[in-house]
T-cell receptor, first 112, second 112 residues
Framework: GDSVTQMEGPVTLSEEAFLTINCTYTATGYPSLFWYVQYPGEGLQLLLKATKADDKGSNKGFEATYRKETTSFHLEKGSVQVSDSAVYFCALIQYNNNDMRFGAGTRLTVKP | DVKVTQSSRYLVKRTGEKVFLECVQDMDHENMFWYRQDPGLGLRLIYFSYDVKMKEKGDIPEGYSVSREKKERFSLILESASTNQTSMYLC???????????FGQGTRLTVV
């Protein structure tokens, strides 16, 4: 079945450091890919998405590119802030169903 | 803005109790989901519903049931709560297949 694998955390960075959180997936066909973020005490909210190969999703300085050849959707940010501290989830959903699959989540802590 | 509201942020219940978790969305979404979130396991799908009175089992339905009598409301029922059901429960909705999910703020359930 479809699955998502994220790099294990936790990840601790200093403010203004470069962030990469790796995400790879296993899926048939052409799923849509998402990054969700969960701030402390809250539910998940959509950070960015890409619906086809080579699409780049971006939001709030975060970017991720849908790479079909490497089945990856790595999350990057050039300069993280303390307010980016949260748990980040990679997810996929197939084009023809409701079965959304999530990675295990990566906790990011940014220190001043 | 789409709003998904879960009835409680925190619940403490005793082993063997019947527990109801309520979720309401205000954007006329077709699909609704219940996930549980556990450290290191990410989000696991318990049940979802694609229409009123319709339901489908997810990956871990054992010990749970659901009810969707109205389009906007999706209830998760723990028939006889057990300590291994202590977890964070997240409700989500989507307008149609292959679209982003909108999440509630989560209910942290502790079974003692």
């Amino acid at each position: 079945g479809d699955s998502v694998t994220q790099m294990e955390g936790p990840v601790t960075l200093s403010e203004e450091a470069f962030l990469t959180i790796n995400c790879t997936y296993t899926a048939t066909g052409y799923p849509s890919l998402f990054w969700y973020v969960q701030y402390p005490g809250e539910g998940l909210q959509l950070l960015l998405k890409a619906t086809k190969a080579d699409d780049k999703g971006s939001n709030k300085g975060f970017e991720a590119t849908y790479r079909k050849e490497t089945t990856s959707f790595h999350l990057e940010k050039g300069s993280v802030q303390v307010s980016d501290s949260a748990v980040y989830f990679c997810a996929l959903i197939q084009y023809n169903n409701n079965d959304m699959r999530f990675g295990a989540g990566t906790r990011l802590t940014v220190k001043p | 803005d789409v709003k998904v509201t879960q009835s409680s942020r925190y619940l403490v219940k005793r082993t063997g109790e019947k527990v109801f978790l309520e979720c309401v969305q205000d954007m006329d979404h077709e699909n609704m989901f219940w996930y549980r979130q556990d450290p290191g396991l990410g989000l696991r799908l318990i049940y979802f519903s694609y229409d009123v009175k319709m339901k489908e089992k997810g990956d871990i339905p054992e010990g749970y049931s659901v009810s969707r009598e109205k389009k906007e409301r999706f209830s998760l029922i723990l028939e006889s709560a057990s300590t291994n059901q202590t977890s964070m429960y997240l409700c989500a909705s989507t307008v149609q297949v292959n679209t982003e999910a909108f999440f509630g703020q989560g209910t942290r359930l502790t079974v003692v």
